[in-house]
């Protein structure tokens, strides 16, 4: 039987490697942050996790903390089955985030591997202009095999981001983009228990293709939490009352994502512009977070379970959307596919034909109670009342009672429910035919 | 009568029987000539047919077998009225040529006229001797014009084999473009079946739907005019076979014949000529309005030329006979007009006969470009075209199932396969006809160019806003 995304939605079958992929620990590859070379001071802070990201390492050199970003295409898997040639920094995309502390000075190289030349804008940061990174305005472009330097003195602290600031449609829509995040060097508080950073961005990739396509203006198919996609996103964990900070920047090339924390109410303690006083904030749900911005929201994680986090644009939460396809509901789209089938597919519509390469399913995978109908921009936060080391734990099991189940015979007795009838409140009265107009006819004149 | 008179009608006899055995030139059978008119056509056309076979038994039991290319040409020979007319006119040219070896009767003449009566009598008995000395050119004439005959009767038979090997080739085409045309109504069908089915789930507008149904009403119409036109083709076929027609919608074996056996291009203009039946027929003509104009010299004017006896009693009972002769005096038509016409005749036979040259070559020319054009169309339809056509249907497919594309999209990459095929199967039958075409000049029938296949493919497939 064909594994079709069209299979996927109507019967729900999954390869196992999808299911396996969603269940990967929020870690840092080690590899992308070699220890600082001479610098034995442990850090003030808590080291912030990207998930399906990296940490940008560096050494110090005479005090100062120099980096090297290397801009270069890059396979990147959004999710298994789905690999796409983007532009990214250090063999990965997004970059890694850029981590320091409020007052460090840092030298950050940038080689430019790319076919096309670029620059990096240091969004948020505040900087000499000769180093805001925009390209024949502040600074020549990048040429391709060029290496340019930048220095940076950090006086803010907050969650900000980097991105190329020449040909930006193209460069961001490719993926050149990362986190820049800088610790306080005196925290007002102490730091959350889970720091989570998170950068969103949209792409067009066609089902079947491999390129991203930088041209696309509005129709974006691929929505991204750091990259990835839904069933490739991996979870967020928390262990029960501790506090969490998500960091979300946007570089999304026209959407604002409104990001929506369940079972929790978040405050927005930061933006890219500074912390907000605590006396300016207040209780949400969903925080929209608009293209160009970052929103830092923060919780205590009280209520175990596996909490979805997702942006609530319901076309977001999609993987390479179809369109222009018919609306099927109200017909019996099995029989509408095989009539299809028959004329199409070997053997009158019995024979398979090989699913098409580079496409996931539309949604999702499978949980453990069926098929997850999301994708895209949607990941799940993970609560639990003891964890194991940071590794995200398996399903949620629930207390015995307190999931949805089908209603017994006691339960529907017990409460006087009905089936056979629709609860009066809930049913407006059927409209009363309206009767014809007096005198309704073809007669013209005499009024 | 007397003895004189007895002795003088015993001579002329002994003359008459003379010259009668001096002159008989052997024609060939008429047997033997539609033997050899039948063995020249199968030679050419490679099916035989025995020609005492022709007939409506032998056709009966060739009915019966599967209509292939050769049991079609020979049930065609054996049953259809043309073959006999083209042989019967054998006989006609034959007994022509039978007529021109023999001598003119004696003229015997006798009067009585009464004096009172004392009745006088004469008694005449001539024999036209002009057409003794003119006789072997007229046999010659006559052979010629038979010659010309055998070359025509040849080529119809030829002719008519090609004949129904298109009329055979037009019956697998239009069976193909039918069965395609079938496939696409079942296609615009389906079609229509969704797009009703969205319409009353309300997801649908109403002009979409009426566009959708349309649709299938074009393919509808397409599916009718195939099925008209192979009915007609199969009429074609059916006309050919006389009286031994085979019932209605009779199955044409070994379609679909996709591949064309190899055909030798080569200097195809002079190999024609050189087969040229009609060219044979030309130069038989000619060869005839040659010795014609011989035979128009010699008479030079001569229109009689008698010796004979004649024997009188006179009223008085004496009697009286002798010898008595009788010729023209060219002395004011001394054959001069007959003589230039008959060169006319000459000059415009020999023209004729050039201009056929012309034409044949012509043909030739024409025809391996058709022959070389269309098999290359063809090949490129069946080998790159198609082949891309049902590789966009399983892509599509791909990108259906991956909900990239919706049903109609989808519907329509197997309505544009459909489309090529269609497109294929007339060029494919394009390239048959003017290969057959080549084929039959080769074989010594010029083919008619204004009536044959037009060098456009017929039978494409209509196209939108026709
Ligand atoms: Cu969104």
Redesign the pocket.
């Known amino acids: 039987m064909p594994t079709t995304r069209r299979d996927f939605l109507g019967a729900g079958t999954l390869a196992a490697g999808l299911l396996g992929c969603g269940l990967r620990p929020a870690v840092a590859a080690p590899g992308d942050a070699p220890a600082p070379a001479g610098a034995a001071e442990p850090p003030p802070h808590r080291p912030v996790v990207t998930p399906d990201g990296a940490t940008l390492g560096h050494r110090l050199v005479d005090g100062v903390k120099v980096m090297h970003l290397v801009a270069e295409e890059v396979d990147h898997e959004f999710a298994p089955g789905l690999v796409a040639r983007c532009w990214g920094y250090n063999g990965r995309v997004h970059g890694p985030t850029i981590e320091a502390v409020e007052g460090d000075r840092l030298r950050v190289y940038v080689t430019n591997r790319l076919p096309a030349p670029t620059t990096v804008h240091w969004h948020g940061l505040h900087v000499a202009n000769g180093f805001d990174g925009v390209s024949g305005l502040t600074q020549p472009a990048i040429p391709p095999g060029a290496t340019f330097l930048y220095e940076l003195t950090l006086t803010q602290h907050g969650t900000f981001m980097y991105h190329s600031h020449h040909d930006e449609m193209v460069q961001m829509a490719m993926g050149l983009m990362g986190m820049f995040v800088v610790h306080p060097r005196r925290p007002a508080s102490p730091p959350p228990d889970r720091d989570y950073a998170y950068l969103?961005s949209?792409w067009a990739v066609d089902a079947g293709l491999r390129r991203p396509d930088p041209n696309e203006m509005s129709d974006f198919n691929v929505?991204t939490f750091n990259g990835r996609v839904f069933p490739g996103t991996t979870p967020m964990v928390a262990r029960r009352g501790e506090r969490v900070r998500i960091r979300i920047g946007n570089l999304?090339a026209t959407?604002?994502?409104?990001?929506h924390v369940h079972g929790h109410s978040v405050e927005v303690v930061a933006t890219d512009g500074g912390d907000i006083p605590a006396a300016g904030r207040w209780p949400e749900t969903t925080v929209l977070v608009p293209t160009g911005s970052v929103r830092v929201l923060e919780f205590v994680a009280d209520h175990p379970g596996d909490w979805a986090v997702h942006?609530?644009?319901t076309h977001?939460?999609m993987n390479q959307m179809g369109h222009g396809l018919p609306n099927l509901i109200g017909t019996d789209a099995a029989a509408f596919d095989a009539a299809v089938r028959r004329h199409l597919a070997p053997g009158d519509g019995a024979a398979a034909v090989e699913p098409l390469p580079n496409a996931i399913p539309m949604l999702g995978a499978v949980g453990p109670h069926g098929y997850v109908h999301m994708g895209?921009?949607f990941t799940i936060l993970k609560v639990r009342d003891a964890l194991i080391g940071d590794a995200a734990p398996g399903w949620y099991e629930a207390p015995p009672g307190t999931t949805a189940a089908p209603a017994t015979a006691e339960a529907l007795a017990r409460d006087g429910i009905d089936l056979r009838v629709v609860p009066a409140p809930d049913r407006p009265p059927a409209p009363k035919p309206a009767p014809p107009p007096p005198g309704h006819g073809h007669h013209h004149g005499g009024g | 009568m007397t003895r004189r008179g007895r002795t003088l009608a015993v001579a002329s006899l002994a003359w008459t029987l003379a010259l009668a055995g001096a002159c008989a030139t052997p024609a060939p059978s008429g047997g033997e000539l539609r033997r050899r008119a039948l063995h020249d056509a199968s030679d050419r056309t490679g099916v035989a047919v025995a020609p005492d076979a022709i007939g409506a038994a032998a056709a009966d039991a060739l009915a019966a077998a599967p209509l292939t290319d050769a049991n079609a040409v020979r049930l065609a020979v054996l049953a259809h009225p043309s073959v006999r007319a083209a042989l019967a006119r054998l006989g006609v040219t034959r007994a022509d040529l039978v007529q021109a070896g023999l001598i003119s009767n004696p003229v015997f003449a006798a009067d009585a006229i009464d004096f009172s009566g004392r009745p006088e009598l004469e008694f005449a008995l001539a024999q036209p001797f002009l057409d003794l000395f003119l006789r072997p050119l007229r046999a010659r004439v006559a052979s010629a014009e038979l010659a010309a005959t055998e070359a025509a009767v040849a080529r119809d038979l030829v002719h008519l084999a090609f004949e129904v090997r298109r009329a055979l080739a037009e019956v697998r085409a239009a069976d193909r473009l039918t069965s395609l045309r079938r496939d696409a109504l079942a296609t615009a069908t389906s079609a229509r079946e969704l797009v009703e089915r969205l319409h009353a789930a309300g997801s649908v507008s109403a002009p979409e739907r009426t566009l959708v149904e349309d649709a299938e009403l074009r393919a509808r119409l397409a599916l009718l005019e195939a099925e008209a036109a192979a009915e007609e083709a199969r009429e074609t076929v059916a006309a050919l076979f006389g009286d031994a027609r085979p019932p209605p919608g009779f199955a044409v074996p070994d379609g679909p014949r996709d591949e064309l056996p190899a055909l030798d291009l080569g200097d195809v203009e002079a190999r024609a000529w050189r087969a040229s039946l009609d060219g044979r027929e030309a130069e038989a003509l000619l060869d005839a309005a040659v010795h014609g104009r011989t035979l128009a010299g010699r008479r030079a004017g001569m229109r009689t030329f008698e010796l004979g006896a004649v024997a009188r009693r006179e009223p008085d009972a004496t009697f009286g006979a002798g010898p008595a002769v009788a010729l023209t005096v060219p002395i004011l038509d001394h054959g001069q007009a007959a003589s230039a016409r008959a060169d006319a005749v000459v000059a415009v036979r020999a023209a004729e006969r050039d201009a056929l040259r012309l034409r044949v070559e012509s043909t030739a020319r024409r025809l391996r470009g058709r022959v070389r054009a269309t098999g290359e169309r063809a090949a490129l339809l069946r080998d790159r075209h198609l082949p891309l056509r049902a590789r966009f249907v399983r892509e599509t497919l791909q990108r259906y199932d991956a909900m990239q594309v919706g049903a109609f999209d989808a519907l329509a990459a197997k309505r544009e396969e459909l489309e090529a095929q269609q497109a294929y199967v007339a060029t494919l039958r394009t390239a048959w006809l003017a290969r057959l075409d080549l084929e039959e000049l080769l074989a010594g029938s010029l083919v008619d160019l204004a009536h044959a296949t037009p060098i456009d493919d017929r039978a494409s497939p209509p196209q939108e806003g026709d």
Do not use: W
């Not at chain 1, 959407?255 to 990001?259: K, L, S």
């Open positions: 969103l949209e929505l999304s959407d604002h994502h409104p990001i942006c609530h644009m977001h939460t895209g921009m």
